[in-house]
Every structure is written in C-alpha cells, then in structure tokens.
C-alpha cells in the first residue's frame, strides 16, 4: 500500500518516486534562520560544493571557523565529524 493511503487495484504498481542523482532537494524557506552552526553557533548559508561530486552545503559564516556541512536527501546533517574543513 502506498504510504500516502491512495487506492491500488489488484493490477496497480505502486513506484515511490526517487529523485534523480544530481538534482538536490532546496532547504525548506524558514530552516535557515533556525539553523547554527554546531562549533561556534553563528549562522549558516547555503551554496553549492564545491566539487562536481558534492551537493549543497551549509557553510558557516563565523570568521574563525568556516566549516561546510553537507545536505544529504534535503536533510541538513550538522555533525562537526561530518563536516568539510575551509581550505
């Protein structure tokens, strides 16, 4: 059964639709403003990495810090151990 309750038959196919690699899914509007930076606690401002390879990231915009967090499945993951280091 679909999670979102819709009705099937017995011939329907049900196929959850996945995003296609490459294509990042936008930060909800209002997640940016609630959002710190785990380290230093200032804010943080999304832009795309800097690799072909690498998605979107929230950086950092503490003077002294500058780490890169990387968005996984439109999922902000705000672990220091995760994050990318300024170059």
């Known amino acids: 059964m679909p999670p979102y309750g819709g009705n099937l038959t017995s011939t329907s196919v049900y196929i959850p639709y996945r995003r296609p690699k490459g294509h990042p899914m936008a930060l909800e509007a209002g997640l940016l403003e609630i959002l710190a930076c785990?380290?230093?606690?200032?804010?943080?401002?999304?832009?795309?990495?800097?690799?072909?390879?690498e998605g979107t990231e929230l950086v950092c915009t503490g003077q002294d810090c500058g780490l890169a967090y990387p968005v996984r499945d439109g999922i902000p993951v705000l672990l220091v151990d995760e994050a990318r280091r300024p170059l």
């Open 38 to 53: 785990p380290a230093c606690h200032s804010a943080l401002k999304e832009q795309d990495g800097e690799q072909d390879t």
